[in-house]
């Protein structure tokens, strides 16, 4: 009896500690372990664990550690797969896309025939004078010629047409179109706008820049079932590539919608909306106040920048330059405003406290940007709309001149060609440079002889303006280009298409690294929207949005990048997409 008791005490010795263990596990709503966890800081650290609770990650480490440490609600083994924070689109026509996708869409039509085609399908469903449009074309496939209003009157007369090129910056119109838009010999150009005319002084239906208001401000404005349809189906893009965050330019009035979506639990991104940066700063001012009365978590749903445009872009030949483009000898592009406008307008709204993005393609549009931002930097802020305070840099510009720059985060949007003089300048005036990989996979076919061989050197240039340290987000500048971050990813990478050519890609000196490019979508994206703190890595405290890939994106070879896809996509601690 005596040695069973002993027996008995020694086995409960043995068990106690483990049983002491097991009940003092913290419970925890979620643990992913035994996967490969790129971190996405400095170091690109790779963890084998992740732990969360709620909508914060808790802890990282390795699947021993932290399945000793933690009894969790769903556990999900990773079995080796790579793990990343989620895709932050640092450049997005979010809801404008959503309302793309209810559209004509002329994406690769590869002649003017096949987009008409497609146009005249949508005339036979389109009652008699209600207006059909549309998005995607793109004159380079077409020989670089552009098309007329003559190409939809045969197949559209009787309805208004209006659709708009690939990059949104021109528009073609049918002559109801320009009719009921009262275009005719004697309509004026816009300011940084061009009504195309043929030689007898006629309008030929392309509308460049700003013009293209004269058509598209007649277009009726989409119902709110159209609306709601468009989102829902954006979103459910997003969830299916991995998108957690967005940074979206459709201005201050499509927070109204996002803040419905919200409110009902179905928004699965978090947002920050961008204002106009053509507003007055009296109703800049007022449209922050009424947003801020609404109380909004400003983890999902935020005002950050003000957008606006100094030039137009490359494919269009509107894009500002400092020489006449190389195959086209008397054309320097659209400015939108004269410089000293344009400085006047970015001093004014920096002053306010508000941090500015400008859409600048060519190398006078950048410099036209750069040069703003230095008169802005020279005074100094005492606070700004997010809370930071400035602090002073000395003597970073030759001559020792003090600017003021930590805080600001000023953007240039694009940024796609620099001069060589100017690249420093990003980095000495702190000014981020906001990229879209995918650009120069589209527009390789002919930016060499836009740009000639020497300009096209400092053309999407992400891997120089790293070398500088200047920080670079990346974005997919959707529906200007698919909301499909991989192909970001790719391009970055590879500088290739998706067939692989050229081989070795273009401009191969400014391929990025996986890990680098990834870091742009992830972290870099969360800094340019002040929201480093919060997102953008994986590591204890930050916000549990990640992305569980079906392939080692550090390790496949480049052309498996576009196959690769979520297996699930977690958002706010919560599972919002599963690959069945």
Same mark, same amino acid.
């Given at each position: 009896?005596?040695?069973?008791?002993? $027996?008995?005490?020694?086995?409960?010795?043995?068990?106690?500690?483990?049983?002491?263990?097991?009940?003092?596990?913290?419970?925890?709503?979620?643990?992913?372990?035994?996967?490969?966890?790129?971190?996405?800081?400095?170091?690109?650290?790779?963890?084998?664990?992740?732990?969360?609770?709620?909508?914060?990650?808790?802890?990282?480490?390795?699947?021993?550690?932290?399945?000793? *440490?933690?009894?969790?609600?769903?556990?999900?083994?990773?079995?080796?797969?790579?793990?990343?924070?989620?895709?932050?689109?640092? %450049?997005?026509?979010?809801?404008?896309?959503?309302?793309?996708? &209810?559209?004509?869409?002329?994406?690769?039509?590869?002649?003017?025939?096949?987009?008409?085609? !497609?146009?005249?399908?949508?005339?036979?469903?389109?009652?008699?004078?209600?207006?059909?449009?549309?998005?995607?074309?793109?004159?380079?496939?077409?020989?670089?010629?552009?098309?007329?209003?003559?190409?939809?009157?045969? =197949?559209?007369?009787?309805?208004?047409?209006?659709?708009?090129?690939?990059? +949104?910056?021109?528009?073609? @119109?049918?002559?109801?179109?320009? *009719?009921?838009?009262?275009?005719?010999?004697?309509?004026?150009?816009?300011?940084? +706008?061009?009504?195309?005319?043929?030689?007898?002084?006629?309008?030929?239906?392309?509308? *460049?820049?700003?013009?293209?208001?004269?058509?598209?401000?007649?277009?009726?404005?989409?119902?709110? #079932?159209?609306?709601? $349809?468009?989102?829902?189906?954006?979103?459910?893009?997003?969830?299916?590539?991995?998108?957690?965050?967005?940074?979206?330019?459709?201005?201050?009035?499509?927070?109204? &919608?996002?803040?419905?979506?919200?409110?009902?639990?179905?928004?699965?991104?978090?947002?920050? #909306?961008?204002?106009?940066?053509?507003?007055?700063?009296?109703?800049?001012?007022?449209?922050?106040?009424?947003?801020?009365?609404?109380?909004?978590?400003?983890?999902?749903?935020?005002?950050?920048?003000?957008?606006?445009?100094?030039?137009?872009?490359? +494919?269009? *030949?509107? /894009?500002?330059?400092?020489?006449?483009?190389?195959?086209?000898?008397?054309?320097?592009?659209?400015?939108? !405003?004269?410089?000293?406008?344009?400085? !006047?307008?970015?001093?004014?709204?920096?002053?306010?406290?508000?941090?500015?993005?400008? %859409?600048?393609?060519?190398?006078?549009?950048?410099?036209?940007?750069?040069?703003?931002?230095?008169?802005?930097?020279?005074?100094?802020?005492?606070?700004?709309?997010?809370?930071?305070?400035?602090?002073?840099?000395?003597?970073?510009?030759?001559?020792?001149?003090?600017?003021?720059? @930590?805080? !600001?985060?000023?953007? =240039?949007?694009?940024?796609?060609?620099?001069?060589?003089?100017?690249?420093?300048?990003?980095?000495?005036?702190?000014?981020?440079?906001?990229?879209?990989?995918? %650009? /120069?996979?589209?527009?390789?076919?002919?930016?060499?002889?836009?740009?000639?061989?020497?300009?096209?050197?400092?053309?999407?240039?992400?891997?120089?303006?790293?070398?500088?340290?200047?920080?670079?987000?990346?974005?997919?500048?959707?529906?200007?280009?698919?909301?499909?971050?991989?192909?970001?990813?790719?391009?970055?990478?590879?500088?290739?298409?998706?067939?692989?050519?050229?081989?070795?890609?273009?401009?191969?000196?400014?391929?990025?690294?996986?890990?680098?490019?990834?870091?742009?979508?992830?972290?870099?994206?969360?800094?340019?929207?002040?929201?480093?703190?919060?997102?953008?890595? =994986?590591?204890?405290?930050?916000?549990?949005?990640?992305?569980?890939?079906?392939?080692?994106?550090?390790?496949?070879? %480049?052309?498996?990048?576009?196959?690769?896809?979520?297996?699930?996509?977690?958002?706010?601690?919560?599972?919002?997409?599963?690959? $069945?």
């Amino acid at each position: 009896m005596l040695k069973n008791l002993i $027996k008995i005490a020694l086995v409960a010795s043995l068990l106690l500690p483990n049983l002491v263990l097991a009940q003092a596990k913290q419970k925890i709503s979620m643990l992913l372990y035994n996967g490969k966890v790129f971190t996405a800081d400095e170091k690109f650290t790779i963890v084998e664990a992740v732990a969360i609770d709620g909508e914060k990650i808790i802890a990282v480490g390795t699947s021993r550690e932290l399945k000793a *440490k933690y009894a969790a609600a769903k556990e999900i083994d990773l079995r080796g797969r790579l793990v990343t924070p989620g895709f932050n689109d640092a %450049h997005v026509h979010f809801f404008r896309g959503a309302l793309s996708l &209810l559209t004509v869409n002329l994406l690769d039509a590869k002649t003017v025939d096949e987009a008409t085609r !497609r146009v005249a399908v949508k005339v036979k469903e389109t009652k008699t004078g209600e207006w059909i449009i549309g998005r995607g074309w793109d004159h380079t496939l077409w020989g670089n010629k552009f098309p007329n209003k003559n190409d939809l009157d045969r =197949i559209a007369p009787n309805n208004p047409v209006f659709l708009v090129r690939v990059d +949104g910056h021109i528009g073609w @119109a049918n002559s109801a179109a320009l *009719k009921l838009a009262k275009i005719d010999k004697s309509t004026k150009n816009t300011e940084g +706008g061009e009504i195309e005319r043929d030689a007898a002084g006629e309008a030929t239906g392309i509308l *460049k820049e700003t013009a293209q208001a004269l058509v598209g401000g007649l277009i009726p404005q989409p119902n709110k #079932e159209q609306q709601i $349809k468009g989102m829902e189906l954006a979103l459910k893009m997003a969830r299916e590539y991995g998108i957690t965050s967005v940074q979206d330019n459709s201005g201050y009035e499509t927070t109204k &919608l996002y803040r419905e979506f919200l409110n009902q639990n179905k928004l699965t991104v978090r947002v920050a #909306e961008w204002q106009d940066f053509e507003d007055s700063v009296v109703e800049l001012k007022r449209q922050r106040a009424e947003f801020d009365s609404f109380k909004d978590d400003a983890n999902r749903l935020k005002l950050t920048a003000l957008k606006g445009y100094v030039d137009g872009t490359l +494919g269009s *030949k509107t /894009a500002s330059m400092l020489a006449p483009f190389t195959d086209d000898d008397k054309n320097v592009g659209i400015m939108r !405003r004269p410089p000293e406008e344009l400085t !006047r307008m970015i001093v004014e709204r920096d002053a306010a406290g508000f941090q500015i993005a400008l %859409h600048a393609i060519g190398d006078k549009a950048n410099r036209m940007a750069l040069d703003g931002f230095e008169q802005a930097n020279k005074t100094p802020l005492s606070a700004d709309l997010y809370g930071k305070t400035p602090t002073v840099r000395s003597g970073v510009i030759d001559g020792g001149t003090r600017f003021y720059v @930590a805080n !600001r985060r000023n953007r =240039i949007e694009h940024a796609q060609v620099v001069n060589p003089a100017d690249f420093k300048r990003f980095q000495e005036l702190g000014i981020i440079a906001s990229m879209q990989p995918t %650009h /120069a996979v589209s527009d390789k076919r002919w930016a060499d002889s836009r740009l000639g061989e020497y300009r096209v050197l400092g053309a999407y240039a992400w891997h120089l303006m790293k070398s500088y340290n200047v920080h670079v987000p990346f974005g997919t500048d959707f529906p200007v280009e698919a909301i499909n971050p991989y192909a970001t990813l790719y391009a970055a990478v590879s500088r290739q298409d998706a067939e692989g050519i050229p081989a070795g890609g273009w401009q191969p000196q400014e391929r990025l690294s996986i890990e680098d490019a990834i870091r742009c979508h992830t972290f870099e994206a969360a800094y340019a929207e002040f929201a480093e703190n919060v997102k953008g890595e =994986i590591k204890a405290g930050m916000l549990a949005d990640l992305v569980v890939h079906s392939k080692d994106l550090t390790t496949i070879q %480049h052309p498996e990048i576009l196959t690769t896809a979520p297996v699930y996509t977690i958002f706010n601690g919560q599972i919002i997409y599963e690959k $069945k």
